[in-house]
């Protein structure tokens, strides 16, 4: 069962296999944590967020219809939620160590052999992105992190953000050039 296509896995759901739901969970489970982690910019949060988007589609799996792939279905109700504890929560802003607290993740050089120096660096890099990132809106950020991170085709980010493709185009486009900017002006302030 655990190689059943998505669609098999919801019919057995609905038709009270818990179960199935929960080989769902293990399918889509870090791809959307992962996903969360860019557009809430916490860890924490993200965390909170993927379980509550999973909670409600498991409540509102009847809903589903087929018409797009479940994990845009779920994607959805996770921005939704996402959403929703944004307006709840206060910003997070501050020094590199606040957001390295906030999302909970310490860059990884995943090479052997490289100076100590390098991975000091490529850390630095990496938060620097993240930093530049959190200043983008949020209708940007997300369509960026959707494209750019969890590899979404731009139809499927059409889907997810219900907005037209060429709106998706547009605000990747856009993204990507104020990520640009932000980055720039930051490397100015470091020299």
């Not at 019919?11 to 959307?32: S, T």
């Not at 969890?150 to 907005?163: C, G, N, R, T």
């Amino acid at each position: 069962m655990n190689n059943s296509p998505d669609h098999e896995l919801i019919h057995c759901c609905l038709n009270g296999d818990r179960g199935a739901f929960g080989l769902l969970v293990e399918r889509y489970q870090h791809r959307l944590y992962g996903s969360l982690v860019h557009v809430t910019g916490s860890a924490d949060q993200a965390q909170d967020v993927a379980q509550e988007a999973f909670v409600h589609a498991y409540e509102k799996l009847g809903t589903f219809r087929g018409q797009s792939a479940f994990y845009s279905w779920l994607f959805r109700i996770a921005l939704n939620a996402a959403v929703s504890a944004r307006r709840k929560a206060q910003r997070v802003t501050g020094s590199v160590d606040a957001i390295r607290e906030a999302t909970g993740q310490e860059p990884v050089d995943g090479r052997t052999g490289s100076a100590p120096w390098e991975s000091l660096e490529t850390a630095e890099r990496q938060q620097m992105v993240q930093r530049a990132l959190g200043q983008l809106s949020e209708e940007y950020r997300t369509a960026l992190v959707l494209k750019e991170m969890d590899d979404m085709k731009y139809e499927e980010i059409a889907e997810v953000l219900q907005v037209p493709i060429g709106t998706v185009r547009s605000r990747i486009h856009r993204a990507r050039m104020e990520l640009k900017t932000q980055l720039e002006v930051m490397l100015r302030r470091e020299e």
